[in-house]
């Protein structure tokens, strides 16, 4: 069976700063991974997915991940953030002909 | 775009009482899933629904939950007898194959059961 850790729970980060979200999987066969964003009170978007190729992928809102297939990994990252980032990340995990499999998510507070 | 639709966006219910969420799922997509998120919590899985049998399901998904595809657009999720617990928010998700392809997720059904 397939399962995500998000280790950090919450992550404050001031306006303007870096910032790296972990995620780690554990799966015996490949996956597709994927992070979704979840504003305040609104559904599920997908910022960015790994199917194949390349193991850098870029997403919307200046959002990029590296799959590291030796560590297991898919930390998601952004050079600078701004105030409308915050909110719930989930990293999620998909092999083929299954579901979908989500981590507990990170909470990340943008600071002024 | 194409988009996954769910109605109503937010539904109220008193206990013991019958309850019904809809989803008009991607209309090429194959493969259908329900989710739910309890408020502050992991979005958990619920059902998948693939050739109109249910693929597979997780221990949350017991005798009180079924699902329907009765026209070959929509995409139902019933719950028979409400609990104070179901009180959450139900996503469904769609996608066209089971395979290398991301899974499409609606804006969510929040269920408030009083």
């Known amino acids: 069976a397939q399962s995500v850790t998000q280790l950090d729970s919450q992550v404050p980060v001031f306006e303007e700063a870096p910032v790296e979200l972990r995620c780690n999987y554990s799966s015996s066969v490949s996956v597709y991974l994927f992070w979704y964003v979840q504003y305040p009170n609104q559904g599920l978007q997908l910022l960015l997915k790994?199917?194949?190729?390349?193991?850098l992928v870029k997403g919307i809102n200046g959002f990029e991940a590296e799959f590291n297939k030796s560590q297991t990994s898919f930390h998601l990252r952004k050079p600078s953030v701004h105030i409308s980032d915050t909110a719930e990340y989930f990293c999620a995990v998909k092999t083929s002909y299954d579901k979908v499999i989500f981590g507990p998510g990170t909470s990340l507070s943008v600071i002024p | 775009e194409p988009e996954v639709t769910q109605t109503p966006s937010h539904q109220v219910t008193q206990m013991g009482q019958e309850v019904i969420l809809r989803c008009v799922p991607i209309?090429?997509?194959?493969?259908f899933y329900w989710y739910r998120q309890i408020l502050g919590q992991k979005v958990e899985f619920l059902v998948s629904f693939y050739n109109n049998e249910i693929s597979e399901k997780s221990e949350i998904f017991d005798d009180q939950f079924s699902v329907e595809r009765p026209d070959g657009s929509n995409f139902t999720l019933k719950i028979r007898s409400t609990k104070l617990e179901d009180s959450a928010m139900y996503f469904c998700a769609s996608s066209l194959t089971g395979g290398e392809t991301e899974a499409f997720f609606g804006q969510g059904t929040r269920l408030t059961v009083v």
């Open positions: 209309s090429n997509h194959l493969y």
């Open positions: 790994y199917l194949s190729g390349s193991t």
